[in-house]
């Protein structure tokens, strides 16, 4: 059972609520030393405030440091310090603000009588009814006792602050809230945990179910999971509002399609921060997911590709200068599509001018490659430096990509799967020389193969996986030497040395 520590600047700050013997000054607390205890303890840091090297700082500070779970932790209260931090996890929050103000007319009048609104949550609780959902997902991912959340309007009603608060804030309204949810709160830490198998380590699959095309299907990911329960890894499926409760795992395994600017990023930031072992981990994702950055990198490195141009949003004159001189068709690319997403090939000059117009709308840089026409792609799996399955990607029928969406409907073209040792050797030796710059995770490199020509056409962190299509060679075993890379790197992370 959890021993519970609440922990206050003043004890007359406590006076409101009822009388708790596990109730302790921050003085009290801090001057106990370091000593260990039998049972794991649960600190609840309710000084006033937070601020760099004042009491309650230090609370959570020490309390991590004497192995005591603590609320907030240091992390939560630097990550509510700066703006720019928590200014990252936003987006999500003000989309479901947004579906909030379109849901309920009464959160829709306070906004508009108020113009700005300010909220106070308590353990992920709120007064305000319309806004309960918002409030939990911002104690998942701020676990701080008191927040004080403020909106505003701009374009749209946005949030515009979080900040952290304390029990000399509360309004009485505000008290009553607060009694009730940490006493919620202190009834989950004192509940007998379920007993179940016991695992070594603890892995989570980051997962979109609502996704039209993931890396991986309902099949891989069960796959996945039997596979890491062989190896003594206790594997759990979260979504994105399991932001609040990454630290709790060992490791992370990202089965949606990343992005730099959405919640697949932050996610692997976190969960690097924290010491998980992470696929794929967001360096990885930085370099795949911009194919300007990643051209850049391997023509640097002398990998070789598609002959490749820039075009610069600011630079027209070079636009129609460059349009003019080059042979067609060509392929233009948007710099972050994903699964043939922007990426169209022109036929003219006049074609390229007009759709980099288009392009510029969403970004500055855009590509432009030479248009190399094969029957099949190439796709090698990368793991930890060493090929881990082949595959042929065929194009769609009477189309040049291996994916179509002209129809409206996703077509894609037939795939063959392969061991390694039959894919021609320098294929094998390009994806790795590609994959050697990003990092030593999991990576998918498509190629083409033209005579004795071989070029990288790029380089995909998180590649897919599905079942009957990735594994139809390995078989189970791809999705066990999988686990088996997250096993060593937790056992190596364990033993405090380099994976």
């Not at 980051?206 to 039997?226: G, M, N, T, W, Y």
Request: hydrophobic share 35%.
């Amino acid at each position: 059972m959890t021993k519970l520590m609440i922990i206050v600047d003043r004890k007359e700050d406590w006076q409101a609520f009822y009388p708790a013997e596990q109730l302790l000054s921050a003085h009290e607390y801090l001057a106990q030393g370091s000593r260990k205890s039998r049972t794991p303890v649960q600190i609840i840091n309710l000084c006033r405030h937070y601020r760099y090297l004042s009491y309650g700082y230090y609370t959570s500070l020490l309390a991590e440091a004497r192995g005591h779970k603590v609320i907030p932790s240091i992390q939560t209260i630097n990550d509510l310090g700066r703006k720019s931090i928590y200014g990252l996890s936003m987006k999500d929050l003000n989309l479901t603000l947004g579906k909030l103000v379109s849901k309920h007319s009464s959160l829709r009048e306070q906004l508009e009588a108020d113009q700005r609104l300010k909220v106070t949550i308590c353990f992920g609780q709120t007064l305000f009814a319309p806004l309960q959902d918002l409030a939990r997902q911002l104690f998942e991912q701020f676990p701080c006792p008191i927040l004080h959340l403020t909106f505003r309007k701009g374009d749209a009603w946005e949030i515009e602050t979080v900040k952290a608060g304390g029990l000399n804030q509360l309004q009485e309204a505000e008290e009553d809230l607060f009694a009730s949810a940490i006493d919620a709160f202190s009834r989950k830490l004192w509940r007998k945990p379920v007993a179940r198998k016991k695992y070594r380590y603890d892995l989570a699959i980051l997962v979109d179910r609502e996704e039209q095309q993931p890396p991986s299907d309902a099949l891989a990911i069960k796959r996945f999971i039997r596979a890491g329960r062989q190896l003594g890894i206790d594997v759990s499926l979260i979504g994105k509002k399991d932001f609040g409760h990454l630290a709790e795992y060992d490791g992370l395994f990202i089965r949606e399609t990343t992005s730099i600017s959405n919640h697949t990023y932050r996610f692997a930031k976190k969960a690097e921060r924290e010491g998980l072992v992470v696929f794929d981990d967001p360096t990885s994702i930085m370099r795949c997911c911009n194919k300007v950055f990643l051209s850049d990198l391997l023509a640097t490195n002398g990998v070789e590709m598609p002959e490749t141009h820039l075009l610069y949003k600011d630079d027209r004159k070079e636009l129609k200068a460059l349009a003019q001189s080059l042979s067609y068709p060509r392929v233009m690319k948007i710099p972050d599509g994903a699964f043939s997403k922007g990426v169209v090939k022109v036929n003219s000059a006049e074609e390229l001018i007009s759709q980099a117009e288009t392009y510029f709308k969403q970004s500055a840089i855009v590509l432009v490659q030479e248009f190399m026409y094969t029957e099949y792609d190439w796709r090698i799996g990368i793991l930890n430096n060493k090929p881990l399955y082949a595959c042929k990607y065929m194009m769609t029928r009477g189309h040049w990509q291996i994916y179509n969406y002209s129809s409206g409907d996703t077509e894609s073209g037939d795939f063959e799967t392969l061991p390694i040792h039959e894919v021609p050797a320098k294929v094998v030796k390009t994806a790795l020389k590609a994959t050697k710059m990003i990092g030593d995770g999991l990576y998918g490199v498509d190629l083409k193969q033209s005579g004795d020509r071989v070029v990288v056409i790029e380089v995909n962190d998180n590649p897919s996986i599905d079942s009957g299509v990735e594994d139809l060679y390995l078989k189970d075993s791809l999705y066990r030497m999988i686990m088996e890379e997250f096993l060593r790197r937790m056992e190596r992370r364990r033993l405090g040395i380099g994976h």
